[in-house]
Structure formats: C-alpha cells, structure tokens
C-alpha cells in the first residue's frame, strides 16, 4: 500500500523530534506549543510545511539537479557567487508548485482559518532550514520571512520566496563556509496566525547575558510595532535585564536594569498588496515611554525561564504583544549559539593603556578592543571598496553584510540594539561592536585611525588614533584556595556581570557615588526641590533623563536601585558591601542642579562628607532618597546579600544618628538580616574601634584616607607623594590596632585598596596581622589571590 506524502503539518502535532521533518524553528514552536503552554506560554496557532515537500518539488519540476549543476560551476570556479545565486533563485521563482503540494497548503490554511474564525487571516510565513537553529551553528537571518501575508494564492507565493532564499548569495556563502551540503539541507515553511503587535510591541528575549555569559539573567528587547525592527537593527530598542534565581518569587521584582531605547520608528501593517508592512515614525509619546510594564517584563522572563528549564540550555526567543487584546505570545525559540559554548575555564581579559580622543559612543557588543582605520559604507555591494581589517561604519547590517563583517577588525553602527543583527553576527564572529552611536556615520571619517573599545562596560567606545591595550587569559583552574577572602572592588554596575566567574568571595567595596555619578547623573536635592535650579540648562537636562519617570524622585531611587542590584546579583548570595555615597562637596556641586545645594569649602577632603551628611538637615531628604534605593535592591528585587557601609564616620555620636536615621528610612540594623559595616579611614575609628563595634557588624580599612590621616599627608599632594605609604609603620599599627579591637568584638575586618596588589609583602603583613578579607580590583584579583595563598602557605 503506496502512503500519501505528508506536506503540512499542524504546529500543535509537532515536537523537537521533527527537526529533519519540518527544521529546528517549526519543531521548536510545536514543542512549545504541546508541552509549554499549560504553563501559560501563548504560541500562535499555525502549520508546517515538510522537507518531503520542499524535496518532492524539486525532484518534480528538475530542479534538483539544476541547482546541483549551478552549485558544481560555482566550487569549479565556473562562475560567480552572485552568478549561481541568481540563477537558482530565478529558477525556483519561476517553477510552478505541483498540484498535490498546492492543495496541501491551501487546506491547511483553510484550516487555521476556520480555527481562528477569519475568513483570511493575516499570517507570517517563515524559512526553517532542517540544519537551523542548531547550537552549533547560527543561521542569523539567512533565510527570508515574510510577514501580513493573506490570502492562498499570496501565501503560496510566499512559500515559493521562502523556499529561494535557501539560495540567497550569503546563505550560500554560509553553508560552504560552514561545511553545509547544500543538497542535504531542506526548506520547512512555517506559517502562523500574526499577532496583531503592528499596534503593540515585539522584540528579542535571551535567557543569558549575551555581553558576558551571565547564566543568571534574562535580557530582553523591545520595540513597538513588529519585531523585525529589532532584529534588523532599525531602531534601537527598549532593554531590560533581570535576575533569574528571584524570579519564582512573585513577591519580587526583580529587574535589575530599564533602559529607554530611542525609538524612532515601526513597523506596522499595510493594506497595499505589494508593500504588506511598512514604516512609520513613532509619535513622541512612544519614544519617551518604556515599551512594556513590569508585569509585562516579568511575564516574559518567567517565561524564559521555563523555556530554558525545558530545553536544559540558554535560549534565544522571539516575542509579541497584541495591540488590541494585550496578550503576550513567543514567536520562537531556539538556543543561544555564542555565550553558552565558550570555553568556561579561561577568562580573557582586555584593557586600554592609553585613549585618544572619545569621538563616538554606544552600546558594547563583546569585551574586546581593536584598531584600524575607519571604512564607512553605505551599502554591503560595496565590498570592493573595503580593505582587510578595517573599522565597519554603517547605518546598520543586515545579513548581505556577513562576507565584510568576516573582514573587519570591529563594527561600528548608527542603529540597533544588542539584539539586532550586527550584534548577533558580531558576536558570533568574536569581534567588537558599538551599535546604536546615532551618528558615527557622520563623525568618523574615512582612513581615520581609530580605537574601538568594548572592555568597558555596557557603553563602547571609538577614540582617535590607534591606542595601546593589553590582552590576558586568566586561567580559573589554576586559582589557588585561600582562607583569606578575597573579594572584588567594583563601582560600575554594567562591568560587574564581566567578572562573575572570578571565583571571589563576593564584593568589598561597591561605591555608590559611581551610580550616581555615571547613572543618576542628578544632585538628588534638584530632583526633590526643582524650584530652587537656576539654570535652564539643568532644568531641560534633568527633563530629559528623567522622561521615563512619573517624578523626579521615582528616577533617582530606580536608577540606582538598579544599579546597586546589578552589582550585587553579579555576586549572589555572596556578600556585597554597598557604601553610602561618599561624595565632597566641590564633587556633589559638579552633579547636575548641584551647584544650588553646595556649599564651597576651603578643605572638602576633610569637610562636609560621609556620615555627617546623612543627618544633616540640609541632606538628609537627598539621603532618604539613598536608602529608599537600597531598600529596593534588598526587599523588592530580593537581593539580601547587600551589606551597607558607612563612610567616614567620625565619632560613635554620629554613628548612632546615622543609624537612627536609616531606621527612619526602612534600613533597620538586624531587619531582614540587615548588617551595617564602617568604614575604617580616620584614626578616631582605630582609637576608639570598641564604641563602634557596638554598633556596626563589620569594619572595612579605607588604606588611603587612613594613611593621609594617620601621616598628615594630603594624597594627592606632589609635593609630598613621597611621603605618602601605606606600608609605613605607623600605619600598619593602625590597621594591627583595629584588627584585633574588631576581632576582640566578634566583628569581621577586611581592607579595600591597590597596595596588596602592588606589593606582595603588604598583602602578606595583612595575612599576618588576621585580616579577615582583602578587597582588589578585578583586575588584580589573580595575582593577590596567589600572593596570599603563599603567605598563608608561608605559615602567616
């Protein structure tokens, strides 16, 4: 008995099996939509068509052996990539489907219609190759999609354009390059409901940080309208980070990062039959306002979540939001091919010796650093005009841009966000990229020397000229186990991810006055007494960074909420010391609206800082807003590792004014298992350490302020400079003295400073003296690590 070849396949029959049956796109949908969805994950309903069916047309019209043939001049240098391109995808265009393949589709779209009670509905049709999406191998955007399409004979005709973008010149190119037999691999096409997100929202979600590998994290993109904005890079999105191991936890929010993309256009539905979507500007309501609600982005992470859960690896999704019912669906999903395969016992580390000139900024893509000279192109048919190893500039790539992309000594783009495609490729290729800069196309200019630097953070930079870096393989198999704890010295939260497989001991130092400096970027006083700025400048500054706020407050406690749980979810449950700003007065003034709430000072290094501030009248509602933000990161995200510290506490007196003032401000010593530590750097702390170890939980030693205050030595004096040491007896008495006062107590001491790291004999005085914990820099921390392991071994 002869079966009837199957062509179409209802998503919902599906499962992972089917890769060879219907690609790695469709099987994945339709296991989704069979196991995921009675934990409330939403699919669109739809259908596949087989690889027996892309097969059986080929065998039937001859094409098969056309497109052998074509493919057999192109590897015998008969003819042209371009040439072999062409050629086949003009040959499938042209052959007519057979008439069983034909009333397969079309009784399967009847179907989906009648489920969806639409005569005919608008659907999305999309290429899934039975060698895609493998972990392997990433097929970013090889194949064509085509969305709004409707009705049988335009879907048909969509599944013709489908199955001739198997043949675009750079998929080609890929699977030779790849060792794909273009024969072996076969077309599915998959055909789905659309969602109506053309009045809604859709982007990219990934369940790992795709900068640096983070497993404990979802990122997620968003842009309104259709989501091939995001993907292609044409605006750049929305972005939001959250932490994974409290999202099971409905009483958290745990979102550790909200970003306003400038989203200057959509994509939307149009109701011309040549021109299904189309583009328009996005009013400016919708560029100030943050694409998606909280619930909204929570939804969507524990979503990844139980994806991931299910498919036991990262992955990278697709998403959509209805305009008009509000519902949230996934699109696809498939596995993150980048992050999750790099080799997790080498940590490759790049720094800048030297920067020109800052001439553009954006979005890092990748932690490296490179060089060259600037090639800015407009169109990827430009290939000849680029030279091996130049700096790409462009508006934005596509996937025709992967042959230059394989070129390039980094990327550099006016548009798109860390999901679009030049993201994507560039990672994938292990190159640097700073995509979203707005204008590098009209600031750099051709055969300009330039340093594109990526080992900064979430912001990538281009200087001028050709600068001096560094590059380092840290082996993290070969660390050493100390006693000791040594922890990390970390004030910027968007490098605090790139350090989480060091194997420290959590963070000793966290500066708040970085996040607000960097981040908030306002004097907390101009935010709660607006009417006192003076300055038109200010007042329009502090209008734009506060747009996507309802107040100005709100703004100062999210944003460096965010940034303190940042820092603190890099390490959780690790132990993070947070300080309370630690400001001078001339450095409050330079904040914007500052200058209206400073006073000048003769001496700020020994004025108006630290603790006297919090519960000064004159600060202590800016202080309010500090505690406010860290009350957040503890309670709402549940990040409870955080530990506060206090600085430059000068008596036992004002200690307990301060504390008294946190209790006012939800941070109550021994609350939800709150600890407060002090900051050690004035000699009155060392002299009397018993009066404040009996109101702190811990000490961390300040090196430098105690050794200026201990030597009557202004640190950053030249004249002096020579004066100024920290392994001075007199000093190292201090840091004896308050150890054993601690110890005494039952309190914990560490020390935060650069000098364990330049000099081994330092780091082996504290080993002897009973320090308790050592804070570096990442940087140093392999080298302190080895050190105090010797001195340990030493018998210290």
């Not at 300040?702 to 400079?721: A, K, P, Y």
């Given at each position: 008995?002869?079966?009837?070849?199957?062509?179409?396949?209802?998503?919902s029959?599906l499962?992972?099996?089917?890769?060879?049956?219907?690609g790695?796109?469709?099987?994945?949908?339709g296991?989704?939509?069979q196991?995921?969805?009675?934990?409330?994950?939403?699919?669109?309903?739809?259908?596949?068509?087989?690889a027996?069916?892309y097969?059986d047309?080929?065998?039937?019209?001859g094409l098969?052996?056309?497109?052998?043939?074509?493919?057999r001049?192109?590897?015998?240098?008969?003819?042209?990539?371009h040439e072999?391109g062409e050629?086949?995808?003009h040959m499938?265009?042209?052959?007519?489907?057979?008439?069983d393949?034909?009333e397969?589709?079309?009784?399967?779209y009847?179907?989906?219609a009648?489920?969806?009670?639409?005569e005919?509905?608008?659907v999305?049709?999309?290429?899934?190759a039975?060698?895609?999406?493998l972990p392997?191998?990433?097929?970013?955007?090889?194949?064509?999609?085509?969305?709004?399409?409707r009705?049988?004979?335009?879907?048909?005709?969509a599944?013709?354009?489908?199955?001739?973008?198997l043949f675009?010149?750079r998929?080609?190119?890929?699977?030779?390059?790849?060792?794909?037999?273009?024969m072996?691999?076969?077309?599915s096409?998959?055909v789905?409901?659309?969602?109506?997100?053309g009045n809604?929202?859709?982007?990219?979600?990934?369940s790992?940080?795709t900068?640096?590998?983070f497993?404990?994290?979802?990122?997620?993109?968003?842009a309104?309208?259709?989501g091939?904005?995001?993907v292609?890079g044409?605006v750049?999105?929305?972005e939001?980070?959250?932490?994974?191991p409290?999202?099971?936890?409905?009483?958290?929010?745990?979102i550790?990062?909200?970003?306003?993309?400038?989203?200057?256009?959509?994509?939307?539905?149009?109701?011309?039959d040549?021109?299904?979507?189309?583009l328009?500007?996005?009013?400016a309501?919708?560029r100030?306002?943050?694409?998606?609600?909280?619930?909204?982005i929570?939804?969507?992470?524990?979503?990844?979540l139980i994806i991931?859960?299910?498919?036991?690896?990262p992955?990278d999704?697709?998403w959509a939001?209805?305009g008009?019912?509000g519902?949230?669906?996934?699109l696809?999903?498939?596995?993150?091919t980048?992050q999750s395969?790099?080799?997790?016992?080498v940590l490759?580390?790049?720094?800048?010796?030297?920067?020109?000139?800052?001439?553009?900024?954006g979005?890092?893509?990748?932690?490296?650093i490179?060089?060259?000279?600037?090639?800015k192109l407009?169109?990827?048919?430009q290939?000849?005009?680029?030279?091996?190893?130049?700096?790409?500039?462009?508006?934005m790539t596509?996937p025709?841009?992967v042959?230059?992309?394989?070129r390039a000594?980094a990327?550099?783009?006016?548009?798109g966000?860390r999901?679009?495609?030049a993201?994507?490729?560039?990672r994938?290729?292990?190159l640097p990229a700073?995509?979203?800069?707005?204008?590098?196309?009209q600031l750099?200019?051709?055969?300009?020397?330039?340093?594109?630097?990526?080992?900064?953070?979430?912001?990538?930079?281009?200087?001028a000229?050709?600068?001096?870096?560094?590059?380092?393989?840290?082996?993290?198999?070969?660390?050493?186990?100390t006693r000791?704890r040594?922890?990390?010295?970390i004030?910027?939260?968007?490098?605090?991810l790139r350090w989480?497989r060091?194997p420290?001991?959590?963070i000793?130092?966290?500066?708040?006055?970085?996040?607000?400096?960097h981040?908030?970027?306002?004097h907390p006083?101009?935010l709660?007494q607006?009417d006192?700025?003076?300055d038109?400048?200010?007042?329009q500054?502090i209008a734009?960074?506060?747009?996507?706020?309802p107040?100005g407050p709100?703004?100062?406690?999210?944003?460096l909420?965010?940034?303190?749980?940042r820092?603190?979810?890099?390490q959780h449950?690790?132990?993070?010391?947070?300080?309370?700003?630690?400001?001078?007065?001339n450095e409050?003034?330079?904040?914007?609206?500052?200058?209206?709430?400073?006073?000048r000072?003769?001496?700020?290094?020994l004025g108006w800082?630290?603790?006297?501030?919090?519960?000064s009248?004159?600060?202590?509602?800016?202080f309010?807003?500090e505690?406010r933000?860290?009350?957040?990161?503890?309670?709402?995200?549940?990040l409870?590792?955080?530990?506060v510290?206090?600085?430059?506490c000068?008596?036992?007196?004002?200690?307990?004014?301060v504390?008294?003032v946190m209790a006012?401000n939800?941070?109550?010593?021994?609350?939800?298992?709150?600890?407060v530590y002090v900051?050690?750097e004035?000699p009155s702390?060392?002299v009397?350490?018993a009066?404040f170890?009996?109101?702190f939980?811990?000490?961390?030693?300040?090196?430098?302020d105690?050794t200026?205050?201990?030597?009557?030595?202004?640190?950053?004096s030249?004249?002096?400079g020579?004066?100024?040491?920290?392994q001075d007896?007199?000093?190292k008495?201090?840091i004896?003295s308050?150890?054993n006062?601690?110890?005494?107590?039952?309190?914990?001491?560490?020390?935060?400073?650069?000098?364990?790291?330049?000099?081994?004999?330092?780091a082996?005085?504290?080993?002897t003296?009973g320090?308790d914990?050592?804070?570096?820099?990442?940087?140093?921390f392999?080298?302190?690590?080895?050190q105090?392991?010797?001195?340990?071994h030493d018998?210290?």
């Amino acid at each position: 008995m002869t079966h009837q070849p199957v062509y179409a396949i209802p998503l919902s029959e599906l499962g992972s099996s089917d890769v060879a049956k219907v690609g790695g796109k469709n099987a994945s949908l339709g296991e989704m939509i069979q196991h995921l969805e009675a934990a409330g994950i939403l699919v669109p309903d739809g259908f596949a068509t087989t690889a027996q069916a892309y097969r059986d047309h080929l065998a039937a019209t001859g094409l098969d052996d056309k497109i052998a043939a074509q493919l057999r001049s192109l590897r015998n240098e008969e003819q042209a990539l371009h040439e072999t391109g062409e050629a086949i995808r003009h040959m499938i265009l042209d052959a007519a489907f057979p008439d069983d393949f034909k009333e397969a589709i079309v009784g399967a779209y009847e179907r989906l219609a009648e489920r969806s009670g639409r005569e005919q509905p608008a659907v999305a049709v999309r290429s899934s190759a039975t060698a895609e999406d493998l972990p392997e191998a990433s097929f970013a955007g090889q194949q064509e999609s085509f969305l709004n399409i409707r009705g049988a004979a335009a879907l048909l005709d969509a599944c013709r354009r489908c199955y001739a973008s198997l043949f675009t010149d750079r998929a080609i190119s890929y699977r030779e390059n790849h060792g794909f037999d273009h024969m072996k691999v076969a077309l599915s096409v998959g055909v789905q409901t659309m969602v109506r997100a053309g009045n809604g929202a859709a982007g990219v979600m990934f369940s790992i940080d795709t900068e640096t590998g983070f497993p404990r994290a979802v990122l997620i993109n968003a842009a309104w309208g259709l989501g091939e904005t995001v993907v292609q890079g044409l605006v750049d999105p929305d972005e939001y980070l959250l932490f994974k191991p409290m999202l099971e936890d409905h009483e958290r929010t745990p979102i550790l990062e909200k970003r306003a993309g400038n989203k200057a256009r959509k994509m939307v539905y149009s109701d011309a039959d040549d021109e299904p979507t189309q583009l328009v500007d996005c009013s400016a309501e919708e560029r100030d306002a943050f694409v998606l609600s909280d619930e909204d982005i929570l939804t969507l992470a524990r979503w990844a979540l139980i994806i991931e859960k299910h498919y036991d690896r990262p992955m990278d999704m697709e998403w959509a939001k209805d305009g008009d019912s509000g519902e949230l669906f996934i699109l696809q999903a498939r596995p993150e091919t980048v992050q999750s395969q790099k080799q997790a016992g080498v940590l490759k580390t790049y720094s800048l010796k030297a920067k020109g000139e800052q001439l553009v900024t954006g979005l890092s893509i990748g932690d490296a650093i490179a060089a060259g000279k600037v090639c800015k192109l407009d169109s990827a048919a430009q290939i000849d005009q680029f030279e091996d190893q130049a700096v790409l500039v462009t508006g934005m790539t596509d996937p025709d841009w992967v042959p230059i992309m394989k070129r390039a000594s980094a990327i550099v783009t006016d548009h798109g966000g860390r999901t679009s495609h030049a993201a994507i490729v560039s990672r994938e290729l292990g190159l640097p990229a700073v995509v979203g800069c707005g204008d590098a196309t009209q600031l750099l200019e051709n055969d300009q020397e330039v340093t594109v630097s990526c080992a900064e953070g979430d912001s990538g930079f281009v200087y001028a000229g050709i600068s001096d870096f560094e590059t380092e393989d840290v082996s993290l198999e070969d660390i050493p186990e100390t006693r000791t704890r040594i922890m990390l010295n970390i004030a910027n939260p968007a490098a605090a991810l790139r350090w989480w497989r060091l194997p420290g001991d959590g963070i000793g130092l966290a500066r708040m006055e970085f996040i607000i400096n960097h981040g908030v970027k306002i004097h907390p006083l101009a935010l709660l007494q607006p009417d006192r700025i003076e300055d038109d400048t200010a007042r329009q500054r502090i209008a734009e960074l506060t747009r996507n706020w309802p107040d100005g407050p709100s703004y100062f406690i999210d944003t460096l909420a965010y940034g303190i749980a940042r820092i603190a979810a890099s390490q959780h449950p690790r132990p993070v010391i947070v300080r309370m700003s630690d400001f001078k007065t001339n450095e409050y003034a330079e904040l914007i609206g500052g200058r209206n709430f400073e006073p000048r000072e003769a001496n700020p290094m020994l004025g108006w800082r630290g603790a006297s501030r919090y519960y000064s009248e004159e600060y202590r509602d800016g202080f309010a807003l500090e505690c406010r933000a860290v009350n957040k990161a503890r309670r709402d995200i549940g990040l409870d590792n955080i530990i506060v510290m206090i600085p430059f506490c000068r008596t036992a007196k004002e200690a307990d004014r301060v504390l008294a003032v946190m209790a006012e401000n939800g941070l109550k010593r021994g609350e939800e298992g709150l600890q407060v530590y002090v900051m050690c750097e004035i000699p009155s702390n060392v002299v009397r350490a018993a009066d404040f170890a009996q109101r702190f939980d811990g000490f961390s030693i300040g090196s430098n302020d105690l050794t200026q205050l201990t030597l009557g030595v202004d640190r950053d004096s030249d004249l002096l400079g020579h004066l100024f040491d920290e392994q001075d007896e007199a000093v190292k008495d201090m840091i004896t003295s308050v150890i054993n006062s601690a110890h005494a107590h039952n309190r914990k001491v560490g020390l935060c400073g650069q000098a364990p790291s330049d000099h081994p004999e330092f780091a082996r005085f504290l080993v002897t003296a009973g320090i308790d914990s050592i804070s570096v820099n990442p940087d140093s921390f392999v080298k302190v690590k080895q050190q105090v392991a010797q001195a340990e071994h030493d018998g210290g």
